[in-house]
């Protein structure tokens, strides 16, 4: 039945715009309204989705998945922003910010739990969810900002890759170790080797290959429709796949290394402006509106709200202190270091992904998986404010004012 989707993204879609056009002229990020309008639609306030016209059509997953494409666009359009050159500079603060960004959530994040009844292999389960990165939102948002190629902004979009590597490394390993999911220390060894050779030949293979292939299908002039823009797409797509199924890093990764391979391509302001249309009309709401379908604040009890509050509080402070403190061991000045860590807060679709592998494995119960969703959430939500906060432009002082 496909008349319950279309109806379901005709309502995401509108009041999507409807949330960001209203956050807009509350002078905030047009993401946070978009964000805030999934919370209301979903199980926690109306529970629009889980009505029966749309639960019996599945209407649910067929929106998540239509989301998840939604965050590979939005990471790729990220990437075009980025200038090759300009990543390299910001390696040494994005690599501190990457590494301690992962090591404080996972070991004060782990112990922050145990007061709460929970044995050490839970506890260190929810600590590497915790120290999953997401910063789709924040890219977003500094996209808006015009912020992206700031030295902070560099340092974040090169930190998440760093914190992307480290969480899946460290999630591989506790699988091993646990579950036995990757067939022990050897098994452990072949997923870091094969991420890291991953990582490598795709940026090589990108960097030489995609700007090459879209100049020459424009070249050829094809009696096609949007031959190039097709292409483009193709290639977001295949680099997401082989991120997840030939590096097992996440897809997002995928994405953003094609971004910045073809930011080199002569056609950088054809592609951008093309996928711009193609994202934010269609794919990136609904991902945003998705995230907010997820949280069913009302299955839990007085007690998970209690630990859930806990958990939010935590993950704010742990990766706030390690991506902050990283960033400014990396050399940056303390207020920009500030605005890297705030950057990271959000965990986003990465932190989801990590705890669904928890509840697949039986390491995490309903009410937890419950608690990590509105975690991520709050996270999530939180971290536009913050980052329009941080980035607001200091007052002249009085003396200035007169004179202007």
């Known amino acids: 039945m496909i008349l319950p989707l279309l109806a379901a993204l005709a309502l995401i879609i509108t009041a999507a715009k409807l949330g960001g056009w209203l956050s807009g002229v509350l002078r905030q990020p047009v993401v946070l309204g978009e964000l805030l309008v999934g919370l209301v639609l979903g199980p926690s306030v109306l529970g629009v989705f889980t009505q029966p016209y749309f639960a019996a059509a599945h209407v649910d997953t067929t929106l998540i998945e239509l989301g998840e494409l939604g965050v ?20 040494r603060p994005s690599i501190w910010a990457g590494v301690l960004g992962v090591a404080a959530p996972l070991i004060l994040g782990s112990l922050a739990l145990i007061p709460f009844g929970y044995d050490l292999e839970a506890a260190l389960f929810l600590g590497i969810v915790m120290a999953a990165t997401s910063v789709s939102i924040s890219a977003q948002t500094l996209i808006e900002l015009r912020r992206l190629r700031s030295p902070e902004g560099l340092t974040l979009l090169g930190a998440a890759v760093v914190d992307d590597v480290l969480a899946i490394a460290v999630l591989s390993a506790f699988t091993a170790l646990v579950t036995g999911g990757v067939g022990g220390l050897g ?111 009302r299955a839990l009890s007085a007690e998970d709200y209690g630990l859930t509050a806990w958990l939010i509080a935590v993950a704010f402070a742990t990766k706030l202190l390690g991506a902050g403190l990283g960033a400014r061991f990396g050399g940056l000045p303390a207020r920009s270091a500030w605005r890297v860590g705030l950057g990271m807060i959000s965990r986003g679709e990465v932190g989801l992904i990590v705890a669904s592998v928890g509840v697949a494995n039986g390491l995490l119960t309903p009410a937890a998986f419950t608690g990590v969703v509105l975690m991520v959430l709050a996270t999530t939500i939180a971290t536009p404010p913050l980052l329009r906060w941080a980035f607001r432009e200091p007052q002249p002082p009085p003396e200035e004012n007169a004179h202007a």
């Open 72 to 91: 590979i666009f939005l990471m790729f359009t990220a990437g075009l922003e980025v200038q090759v050159d300009d990543l390299r500079k910001a390696g």
């Open 187 to 297: 098994g452990l060894a072949w997923t870091l080797g094969r991420m890291g050779l991953f990582l490598v030949g795709a940026f090589a293979l990108g960097t030489w290959l995609l700007p090459r292939a879209v100049d020459w299908v424009e070249e050829r002039q094809w009696a096609i429709s949007q031959p190039v823009l097709s292409l483009v797409v193709v290639m977001v797509l295949t680099f997401a796949w082989a991120s997840e199924f030939v590096g097992g890093v996440a897809a997002i990764t995928g994405a953003f290394i094609a971004g910045i391979a073809l930011a080199r391509s002569s056609l950088k302001g054809k592609i951008e402006r093309g996928m711009h249309v193609l994202a934010y009309a269609f794919f990136v709401p609904v991902f945003l509106v998705g995230i907010g379908l997820q949280a069913d604040a």
